[in-house]
């Protein structure tokens, strides 16, 4: 074999392995509360809890909620930001952050919204329902 | 009955185009002039089927048809027109049948301009292509199997197991669920159709690659091919431009940018059409890298119908602020994706063995090797970005349940392949006009060198530049502009159409320049004693009441009406009131946020973040909130802001849930039971503060006969006017006193007048004080406590926006240029 062919080879190959190996350290796996504890950047998937306070506190400037994880533990979540715009539409959440004593510190969090590529489910069009009658 | 219509004239199409299809494979294979003919006739028939449909959905759309769940799901009634028509491509059908819709006009030029022996497979292809988009919105059910989700079908074939549907199938709702508050944006009305048009234009260079596949001839495609795959990529270019300036003027996104699955679905295909791009301009030139053009064409239309799969099948869900949910069509993308892919690799390895290859490797420092590994990179950063946003699907590999990855992946490894990317731009340009040697390419490109350091030295001082990277960083990309910007200084001596290539390879340098500045030196705008508690938190010194540390900085700027704060010695920010801007959406509202020089001297100006509530979501006792950034474009930096929140929105939230706690009948706490009276003196022409109020008298006022009593002695009105402290609004309020006789006896008739909008609250003229000329009242239902008014805004400095920007217009430019160079030189061969 030509020289130049396997230096390529080496180069594709180092690149690749490189390359794989890193993307494998940047992504991590969901989990609960649970199992977030003691990590970072723990990602999160969950709901809204509504049924407890929600809101901005203008003396921590910061957004708190519960949010109920795909296993069933609510937790409480500190969000140093303003609510997200359409937080209350989202039906589902996903934070990313630290647990720390029991509160989740997220640094950053998506909503999945209804939006462009959404269809309605029943539930909400039922909701809608007795307004329009 | 339209209905039944639409449905019929989309399955036209798809039949036409079938059929067509079948005509073109024939007319490819055998030639038969008889089957061209035929064929066009198929296809522009298919296209006039469609054109009906679309007008068809358009009209259920502007007519409010509330029955078809497309109408009910994505408008509302009072929808202004434009947005109404919007909404026609902002469902999944829809904007379907708008990129089947252009596929269809591109087909037209393709039919007029392209020749033999291309012209029958290209047109074969095309239409293959436009069969599988067909199928997406066709809507036939074959027994269990429903074939695409017609955008014509009724709610009750959307949703069969709705209830009250099954017991009334009937049933039209009266209003439909409205387009979402944060698409009703004049954004919303290009972008789309824009992005559109390249995805379909993407599609040509995949055809003639297929054709020269078929047709064994491997050269000439990309004459015809080029100024398609450049024209994509414009359009490519604008929309990813029009989504990242939508992403940061208008939603609150905080950047234009965010490595999202959806940004990166435009991004990847034009990363990869711009290496085909280079690869067909070098086959053209010296008749090598066909193999690499016309796998680069294939796998730019791959990576549409990839991004395409990835964003409308569902799997990208839980990674994206943008949101996808399955339509259903899950197995048919996958059957797309795997049909392109299959049918464009197989032909290609088939035909691999004749394909024909260089003979002696190019040199280092050729134009040749250099251009290819331009592509080489550029094909590189597209795989890392794949590679990215597949993590649903890839990460599989490492972990179950895979997140996306930490947007530092894709910054770490598609810069430095970038800076790369930078020097080699200006090797290849300076090789590919002149063939040369090490020594005399040395020699030539001693200034352009020198500059560039002079150059990067200067923005590392005035800069202040610390950090390595960022140092190689801005050489390699002053590098760019100032090598590339010598090229097209000659070229424009000699024949200015050619400068297309180094116009774009400067705007690739400016907005590598433009990234470096707009993303390591964004700056919160913060006060001091923020500064100063977020400095606290870096140090570890913040902990809780419980005694944990605590780690999350404070990034607003907290402004209270009229105080104005200094910010970094530089700005004077002040909070200056608001305005209800209920016409435009109601209940909106502007703010005005003035920002001056701190020392005075300079240019001031004022900043109108908009708070609104979401029409679409909002209920009485609910309101969500959206925001609308406001943005001061410079050409050193933006400043951006947005409001996150403000005693105007709370106090709108505390009255919703009052009012929302009144409706479920207990609202008899203590505190709503006693109704706060105050009772306070105002002098004329004087201005006190109650509550949330500011209230003024202007002066004393005739009373109208008419109401009062036969007897009065006294009657006289006080000229009032209450103003929403904040605001610049005000309502008169005109309280009456009078004294009238009964019975021997004075009597005062002062009846309390309601405030308007606040049906608890009143005020009453109770008095005149004759010793200053004031008036004594009584109010009733306000804070008797004065309450601040205050905004709370996130507020950045985003330096060197403009030179991204910039950078983006001299890409298209460039590539503009080079669209007609070489459309005109293939109008001239075919004359």
């Known amino acids: 074999m030509k020289p130049k062919l396997i230096i390529g080879i080496i180069a594709i190959v180092g690149f690749t392995s490189l390359l794989m190996y890193n993307f494998g350290n940047s992504i991590s796996t969901y989990v609960n509360f649970e199992q977030a504890a003691g990590m970072e950047g723990a990602h999160v998937v969950g709901q809204w809890d509504d049924s407890e306070e929600y809101g901005f506190s203008m003396e921590t400037k910061q957004f708190s909620f519960y949010m109920e994880d795909e296993d069933g533990n609510v937790r409480r979540v500190v969000y140093p930001k303003p609510k997200p715009n359409n937080f209350e539409e989202a039906d589902q959440l996903v934070v990313i952050g630290e647990m720390q004593n029991g509160v989740f510190y997220a640094n950053d969090m998506l909503m999945k919204c209804p939006s462009k590529y959404n269809n309605a489910d029943e539930a909400e069009f039922q909701k809608a329902m007795p307004s329009k009658s | ?493 000699q024949k200015p159409l050619l400068i297309g290539g180094a116009l774009s390879h400067i705007g690739f340098g400016v907005l590598l320049l433009g990234i470096l500045a707009s993303s390591a030196y964004n700056e919160m705008l913060l006060d001091e004693s923020v500064k100063k508690y977020n400095a606290a938190i870096e140090r570890g010194e913040v902990t809780d009441e419980q005694g944990f540390q605590k780690t999350q900085k404070v990034d607003f700027l907290e402004l209270k009406l009229n105080q104005p704060k200094i910010i970094d010695d530089r700005y004077k920010v002040t909070y200056e009131g608001y305005t209800l801007k209920d016409q435009e959406r109601p209940g909106q509202q502007e703010y005005r946020i003035k920002f001056e020089p701190a020392d005075g001297e300079g240019e001031q100006f004022v900043l109108n973040p908009q708070v609104y509530p979401m029409l679409s979501s909002s209920s009485q006792s609910d309101i969500q909130w959206s925001v609308d950034p406001d943005v001061r474009t410079g050409l050193m930096s933006d400043i951006y802001l947005y409001v996150a929140g403000s005693s105007f929105v709370e106090r709108r939230n505390d009255e919703a849930k009052e009012a929302a706690a009144k409706r479920r009948g207990n609202a008899s706490t203590a505190e709503d039971d006693s109704v706060q009276v105050q009772e306070v003196n105002i002098g004329r022409g004087e201005t006190i503060k109650v509550g949330a109020f500011d209230l003024t008298f202007n002066d004393y006022e005739e009373a109208d006969d008419q109401q009062l009593q036969d007897s009065t002695i006294v009657a006289v009105r006080a000229n009032l006017e209450l103003t929403q402290r904040g605001s610049d609004s005000s309502v008169p309020i005109r309280p009456l006193f009078s004294i009238y006789v009964k019975d021997g006896e004075n009597w005062t008739y002062a009846p309390p007048i309601s405030i308007p909008g606040y049906d608890e609250a009143s005020i009453q003229f109770t008095s005149v004080d004759p010793s200053n000329g004031g008036i004594d009242l009584k109010i009733r239902g306000i804070d008797t406590q004065v309450e601040d008014q205050w905004v709370l805004l996130v507020a950045e400095e985003k330096p060197f926006i403009s030179i991204v920007w910039l950078g983006t217009f001299l890409l298209m430019a460039g590539f503009s240029i080079s669209i007609f160079r070489h459309w005109d030189r293939e109008r001239k061969k075919s004359t």
């Open chain 2, 1 to 493: 009955m339209i209905g039944f219509l639409g449905d019929l004239f989309i399955n036209a199409a798809f039949v036409s185009a079938i059929l067509a299809a079948i005509g073109y494979f024939i007319y490819a294979q055998n030639d038969t002039n008889k089957h061209f003919k035929i064929s066009n006739w198929l296809f522009g028939l298919q296209g006039v089927f469609l054109l009906i449909a679309s007008g068809l959905l358009l009209y259920v759309i502007l007519t409010h048809q509330f029955n078809f769940y497309y109408v009910y799901n994505y408008t509302s009634s009072d929808l202004q027109l434009k947005y109404l028509i919007s909404a026609f491509w902002g469902g999944q059908e829809g904007s379907f049948m708008l990129w089947i819709l252009f596929s269809i006009i591109i087909g037209l030029g393709l039919m007029k301009w392209t020749r033999k022996p291309y012209r029958g497979p290209v047109l074969f292809f095309l239409t293959l292509t436009q069969i599988f988009l067909l199928s997406m919105v066709s809507g036939i059910s074959i027994g269990d199997f429903q074939l695409g989700a017609s955008p014509f079908r009724s709610l009750a074939e959307a949703m069969p197991n709705a209830p009250f549907l099954q017991s009334n199938p009937d049933f039209v709702p009266q209003d439909g669920k409205g387009l979402n508050d944060l698409l009703k944006s004049p954004w919303m009305m290009i972008h789309p159709p824009i992005l559109f048009v390249g995805f379909a234009m993407m599609t040509v260079p995949y055809c003639f690659a297929m054709a020269a596949l078929w047709k064994r001839k491997y050269n000439e495609w990309v004459d015809h091919a080029l100024p398609w795959t450049l024209g994509a990529n414009v359009a490519l270019l604008t929309a990813i431009f029009l989504g990242g300036y939508w992403a940061y003027v208008t939603l609150s996104f905080g950047g234009y940018w965010a490595w999202d699955p959806v940004e990166n679905a435009s991004f990847v295909p034009w990363l990869l059409g711009t290496a085909g791009i280079h690869t067909m301009i070098i086959q053209r030139k010296s008749s090598t890298s066909q193999k690499a053009s016309i796998i680069f064409a294939i796998l730019a239309y791959v990576a549409i119908v990839y991004e395409t799969f990835l964003t409308r099948s569902g799997i990208l869900a839980d990674s994206s602020v943008h949101s996808f949910v399955d339509l259903g069509l899950y197995s048919q993308l996958v059957v797309f994706m795997g049909a392109v892919t299959i049918i464009g690799l197989g032909l290609f390895f088939y035909r691999y063995k004749e394909l024909p290859s260089q003979e002696n490797e190019s040199k280092f420092l050729s134009r040749e090797f250099m251009t290819f590994a331009g592509a080489m990179m550029l094909f590189l950063i597209g795989l890392v970005i794949i590679l990215g946003t597949s993590s649903p699907i890839i990460g599989r590999l490492f972990v179950e349940n895979p997140t996306p990855p930490e947007v530092s992946f894709y910054n770490e490894w598609t810069m430095p392949l970038a800076i790369i990317a930078a020097i080699m731009t200006v090797l290849g340009q300076f090789l590919f006009w002149k063939r040369q040697d090490a020594e005399s390419l040395a020699a030539d490109l001693l200034w352009p060198v020198a500059i560039t350091c002079v150059a990067t030295l200067a923005t590392i001082i005035i800069g202040d530049v610390r950090d390595i990277y960022y140092m190689v960083f801005l050489l390699a990309a002053w590098f760019a502009v100032i090598g590339n910007s010598v090229i097209m200084y000659r070229l424009v001596r």
